[in-house]
């Protein structure tokens, strides 16, 4: 995590991936959601940095902002996050 000392706050535009969509079951290229943090995810985990992933495991980062380039993230069956409040 890494904080630049700005906020992302209010109802936040959020720039939906192709797998965000899908998630949020729309045709639409971004949503709205309510934020309010400094701090912010600057890249997705993988097996690497973590031991709590497998080498095989896909995370997909499911949108970004200006602010934020992770948004959120989904493991298929596993786990989604969100940097909003939702």
């Known amino acids: ?5 700005e906020w992302e706050l209010g109802h936040s535009r959020i720039d939906l991936t192709p797998i965000g ?6 045709d639409e290229d971004h ?3 309510h934020q309010m943090h400094q701090d912010h995810v600057t890249s997705p985990p ?4 973590t031991d709590l992933l497998n080498e095989g ?5 499911w949108g970004k902002s200006p602010h934020t380039e992770v948004q959120g993230l989904y493991v298929r069956n596993r786990v989604f996050t969100t940097q ?3």
């Open 1 to 5: 995590m890494e904080s630049t000392g």
């Open 31 to 33: 949503i709205h959601l």
């Open 21 to 26: 969509k899908k998630l949020f079951k729309t």
């Open 57 to 61: 495991d896909k995370v997909h980062v």
């Open 46 to 49: 993988s097996h690497k940095t």
């Open 84 to 86: 909003a409040h939702m």
